[in-house]
């Protein structure tokens, strides 16, 4: 972590603003407003981009790429302008929970991938970018999604490490460690040999 400098009823504040930030749908909101149905009866049931992929909207999975992306980025842009880089990494991390248990969807959300790239992004963009690029060579090199969620996601520290990020750490393993619980479903279909692929209409 880096220096605490806030109090903690503001970095309290950030964390909740960061959930709220974070628990915005935007897979649910897309897909009825693009007229592809719910979500949660498609597929794997999931709200975030790969599912969406699976209705054969290639627009809408972009666009829930992007926006899930976005809202970690700006929780931690807002958070660090109007407190400090104590307060952006408590928000982060508030809008990662929020994203995988939005309390408007009974705490069932996503699996918090672009919105984890984006917090990268957001906090440190060479370890953003050196993940999202290991996510993307992963994915690309076995057609599986989660692959690539959990490549990166077990990289992320290492990239922390060498980039010289060390106050992120314990938010980067925390991070690592939602990630992989999110996705522990996926784990158990990839060591059986069932996990989905990309493109893969369910």
């Known amino acids: 972590m880096p220096p605490i400098t806030t109090s903690p009823e503001i970095l309290i504040l950030w964390a909740l603003l960061?959930?709220?930030?974070?628990?915005?749908?935007?897979?649910?909101?897309?897909?009825?407003?693009?007229?592809?149905?719910?979500?949660?009866?498609?597929?794997s049931g999931n709200i975030g981009a790969t599912n969406v992929l699976r209705?054969?909207?290639?627009?809408?999975?972009?666009?829930?790429?992007?926006?899930?992306?976005?809202?970690?980025?700006?929780?931690?842009?807002?958070?660090?302008?109007?407190?400090?880089?104590?307060?952006?990494q408590v928000a982060a991390l508030g809008a990662m929970i929020g994203h995988c248990y939005p309390i408007w969807l009974g705490f069932r959300g996503g699996k918090g991938v672009a919105t984890f790239l984006g917090i990268l992004l957001a906090?440190?963009?060479?370890?953003g970018l050196a993940c999202c690029a290991t996510w993307a060579a992963a994915a690309a090199l076995t057609r599986i999604s989660s692959m690539g969620a959990l490549a990166a996601a077990a990289s992320s520290t290492v990239f922390m490490v060498l980039f010289g990020y060390g106050e992120m750490l314990l938010l980067g393993i925390a991070l690592t460690l939602l990630i992989f619980w999110r996705h522990r479903e996926n784990i158990s279909r990839i060591r059986a040999g069932t996990e989905s692929r990309i493109g893969q209409k369910g």
Not at 18 to 37: N, P
């Open 18 to 43: 960061g959930y709220i930030i974070g628990s915005i749908a935007f897979g649910m909101v897309l897909a009825r407003l693009m007229g592809l149905g719910n979500l949660r009866s498609i597929g």
């Open 55 to 88: 209705t054969g909207n290639k627009k809408a999975a972009g666009l829930t790429l992007l926006l899930d992306g976005a809202k970690g980025a700006v929780a931690v842009l807002l958070a660090r302008a109007f407190a400090g880089e104590d307060a952006a």
């Open 123 to 127: 906090l440190a963009w060479p370890v």
